[in-house]
């Protein structure tokens, strides 16, 4: 007797399409693939379902990674494929402040201020949590 899976695929209206218009969604027979039951739904809906449940909590680890938690905010179980890029905060800080960057974010010398006020204040954090790990028996 074969068992019942779940599928979902994107629909695309052109072979170059980038965007799916349609998901399809149903049942098939794993052993065949034959499909039991289907049904087309619209991509907006689809995403606009999924992505607003979407919650993305950026964290950084004591070893200066900058990483994010992602989880459905209705505490449903993250997708075990879902990766997240992870990135040590000093590769993070050389790349948003490259030449190219810059340019690109037509940024200003006084964000730039500001962004090094929040790394100083980000480097006394730093020492302190030492200091306080340091001070324990």
């Known amino acids: 007797m074969s ?7 994107k629909l695309y209206a052109a072979d170059n399409a980038i965007s799916p218009v349609n998901y399809r ?12 039951a289907q049904i087309e739904i619209p991509a907006p809906i689809v995403e606009h379902a999924v992505l607003g449940k979407l919650l993305v ?3 950084i680890t ?3 990674t900058v990483t994010a938690d992602i989880s459905m905010q209705n505490d ?10 992870m990135m040590p905060i000093d590769q993070l800080v050389l790349r948003g402040t490259e030449s190219e960057s810059l340019r690109l974010e037509e940024a200003r010398a006084s964000e730039l201020q500001e962004l090094l006020g929040l790394l100083e204040r980000s480097v006394s954090a730093v020492r302190t949590a030492m200091a306080t790990l ?4």
């Open 3 to 9: 068992h019942l899976e779940p599928f979902a695929e």
């Open 134 to 137: 340091a001070g324990k028996p």
């Open 25 to 36: 969604v149903g049942y098939r027979l794993s052993a065949t693939q034959a499909v039991l």
């Open 62 to 64: 004591p070893d200066g």
């Open 76 to 85: 449903l179980t993250m997708d075990p494929q879902m990766k997240v890029a």
């Open 57 to 59: 909590v950026p964290r």
